[in-house]
């Protein structure tokens, strides 16, 4: 005699599945946000190890430069943006 009929366990599996697939999207967004400011260190190694004196003289220029709680972050896709106005044609 089983425990659990074979529904209750093919209902408790696609739960299962449903609260991992959900978990692993959430936690690879997460990822993703994280990913994508930079540290002024991460930022110079972004773009080929970028001087730090080259970046500040960049926000002058005006790349955006965001500040949350003293630490200085820098979003990839600034960066990118940044990049690709100063192309030379």
């Keep these: 005699m089983e425990l659990f009929s074979s529904d209750f366990m093919d209902n408790f599996k696609?739960?299962?599945m449903n609260v991992c697939e959900k978990?692993?999207?959430s936690m690879m967004k997460q990822k993703e946000t994280q990913s994508r400011y930079?540290?002024?260190k991460e930022a110079c190694?972004?773009?080929g190890?970028?001087?730090v004196d080259t970046l500040t003289s960049w926000v002058k220029d005006g790349l955006r430069e965001i500040t949350v709680g003293g630490t200085?972050?820098?979003d990839k896709k600034d960066i990118d943006n940044f990049l690709e106005k100063?192309?030379?044609k």
């Design 86 to 88: 100063r192309k030379s």
């Design 14 to 16: 696609s739960e299962i």
């Design 23 to 25: 978990t692993f999207e």
């Design 38 to 40: 930079l540290s002024r």
């Design 45 to 47: 190694e972004y773009v």
């Design 72 to 74: 200085y972050r820098y």
């Design 49 to 51: 190890g970028l001087s």
